[in-house]
């Protein structure tokens, strides 16, 4: 019953939260110097044309009325036209969404999985030449900035020995065919690299703190007692235990699975979600991001809450708060 | 998560910029010869004691876009202003983003000057479009007349050139109104930008260079020939086209991709001239235009293309206040129809009609956009008739078209495709690895050089036919001043620009119609760029500098300036 009362407690600030964002949002980027019309006029545009963009646009009502007429259309899942493409938001979206999960979602698990495996080795092996090894070569990894180990990525194996395109999603002028085609191996080889090993640093590094913790735990010298062999200890008794803080990093990168990543995605000319925010931001497209914000709100938000629900089932303790 | 990177890249970019800046400025105060106040100064006008009663010329600024939008012009901008306040004339720079360089130039005319760049676009090559920016008919507020020039001398031979019946005729109005802006500076352009691109030679053949595009232009599309393994052309852009429908589009991007699927009655060939193209015959008589279409012509669904949808299209396109077109389309009054004849009339004549206005306004199929909402249709599937017809889009990513076999001038190749790219760095590394057969954008002078030795790659260079320039704003002081202006004009220092920040890419020049345009008056003299000649300017018309240095308006009595009247 107190597990009910605390979902239902959870969801209801769930919708409370989804609804602020999406507030915040609205007037934000409004707030924000200039206005669509005025970025697309100009030399090549007439200005006399402004006023009937911003009646295109829905611009020339009071923001309370375009702010109402946008919840009214986002309860029906409807999130507007955007002012660039001048279709669909949800249409775009849900392109630009998939090839950023195309990238991001298998980037994120080689990560998590590697990362851990690496940082238990480490951890295991804390202040040996292994560990100090990888450990600095993470941070090397971490501190170099992307722009540039992308670069220098291209340069090696697109530029010098050819093996990868040098960007894009698919082959052009071919016969392409659909998306998932083992062509896209070639093209997502690259970004997907770089994108895993600047995700692995962060599990890697707590893993191996966390598994020191652990190492030193009474539970461990028990089974070492028992006399337990070292592979038994290390992996299944010390790293399963040592995980947990690792999976709680999660909620917190889940953001670039819609978020995408801008510095990746235009080094490797990918067309995700973070070039198009970055460009809508300078497009002045408001529903665009009215809409992108959304989707990464909901996404944090529910990721967040159901990771709350799950600690409130493993932990009794978190219900009574 | 998304925003704070952003923030990021751009601080990342400007203070990239703000390095070689401060090089540059470091580098120029050690190699020059240690200024020492008064000496250094190269002031231009009379110094006087006493400055009881004289009034200061307010300092002013120059609008430009910031180093992280667009670092070319704000290096420009930084060495016009460092030229002005080294003459003693109170310039200050004033750098803001794109959108508010718009709003401030365009949309509220809330600028003392303005450093501007005109691209080369193709109705740049007829001179209507520079000379109606000087126009009193659009200096109003929602006009393109950014200087607000106002003089009725002007009007006359504006309007004049316009109403013109023949070429001839048209050419003495031309000249007339190019010199007068010439003396009068309500801008001052200085610079004509080197053009240049490249293609994949090492796949394709065929390709020429256009006034105003050295490479990306739709003869190339239509000409080309590939030599390779892939028949179809790639070009590579950073911005792409982002609706495909006419009426809603904005950009010029939109414009190049859409007169690949549409047809225009006549486009503009790659010498500058109209030349017939959807039209057989174009008769121009007064104010009405009579067009007959070419035989035989088919939209991409087979269905045929008529002088009702020619008739339909230029009513459409204006009731629906299509961004691009409707504008071009201003003076028509009514359309008819008899066979394959279209007569078009104007409420007065208009040489600029054909070459504007019919070289870019597409052809739509009545029958698709009869009774459809423009502003609600994305056309993600658009039919035209011109040489590429739809295949296929991925947003962000390409746009495919296909040859149109049935055109009366099929292209080359078996289609065309267009490549977003991310960076022109990427573009320009996809070139090389033949990924990409066409660069869309136009490169620096650097990054041309870095090219002219790869293989397989040919570079291509033009003169654009736009240019840099200082929009003086008239509707302020001292702007309204003929003399103020000369001497401002005078003072840019247009070799330096041309030397430190474009290496040497760009012509210098002093007119708004382009040397290599039949239009541009031969005989026309280049605007001095020496300090005697702004120095002399200021002394004409009276100011005089105080004896900290402060620029005073002309005592009364000594007032020589030539002032348009403030509004």
Known sequence: MAMLRYAVRRVTWMAVTLFLVTTATFFLFRAVPGDPSVALIGPDLDPSVQNKLRSDFGLDKSVLDQYLSFLWQAL???LGISFRYR?????????????????????????????SAIGAVAGVNWGRAWDSGLSRTFLAVKSAPVFWTGTLLLMVFSYQLGWFPTGGMSQLGGDGGGIFTLELLRYLALPLFLLSIVFMVEPMLTMRTSMLEVLHADFVELARAQGLSRRTIVFNKAARNALLPVVSLLPAVSSHLVGGQVIVETIFSWPGMGREMVEAVNGFDYPMLQGAFLLIAALVIAVNAISDLLYAYLDPRVRLT | MTQHQTGRVRRRQASG??????????TAACSGVPSDGAEERREIAQRV???????????FTVLTKTAADDPRRFEEARLIVEAWQAAGIPAELEAVDSAEVSERGFANKEFDTYLIAYDPTLERLDPDDFLSRFWSGTAESDGSNLSGYRNDEYDELYLGQLRAGTDEERMDFVREAERLLSEEQPAAPYLRQTIG?????????????????????????LQMRPTGDRRTLVVGVIAETQTLNPVTATTSEAAITLSHIYDSLVRIGPEGEPVDWAASDVQVEGSTVEVTLRDGMTFHDGRPVTGEDVAFTIDYLLENEAPLYAAKLDGVTSTSVEGDTVT??????????VPTALATVPILPKHVWEGVDPADFANDQPVGSGPFAFESRKLGASLELQAFEDHFQPPEADGIIWATFGSIDAEIGALQQGEIDILGDFLSVSQLDALKDADRVTVQEETSHGWNGVHFNMRREPFNDLHFRRALAALIPVDDIREIVLRGGGEPTSTVLAEQLPWHDTELEDLSRELEAATQEMEEAGYVIGSDGTLYYPPEGEDNRALQPLP
Not at chain 2, 49 to 59: A, K, S, Y
Not at chain 2, 198 to 221: E, K, R
Not at chain 2, 344 to 353: C, E, G, M, Q, V
Request: net charge negative.
């Open chain 2, 49 to 59: 004691e006493d400055v009881e009663g004289l009034r200061p010329v307010e300092p």
């Open chain 2, 17 to 26: 910029v703000l390095l070689v800046a401060t090089c540059i400025v470091a």
């Open chain 1, 87 to 115: 279709q669909p938001v949800t249409e775009v979206l849900a392109e630009k969404l998939l090839n950023t999960l195309l990238l991001v979602l298998p980037a994120m698990i080689v990560a998590f999985v590697l990362g």
């Open chain 2, 344 to 353: 078009i009339k104007l409420d007065s004549p208009s040489a600029s009609f």
């Open chain 1, 76 to 78: 029906h899942g409807d």
């Open chain 2, 197 to 221: 691109s490249a293609y994949n030679s090492g796949d394709w053949t065929g390709a020429v260079s256009a006034l105003g595009n050295p490479v990306y232009h739709i003869w190339n599309s």
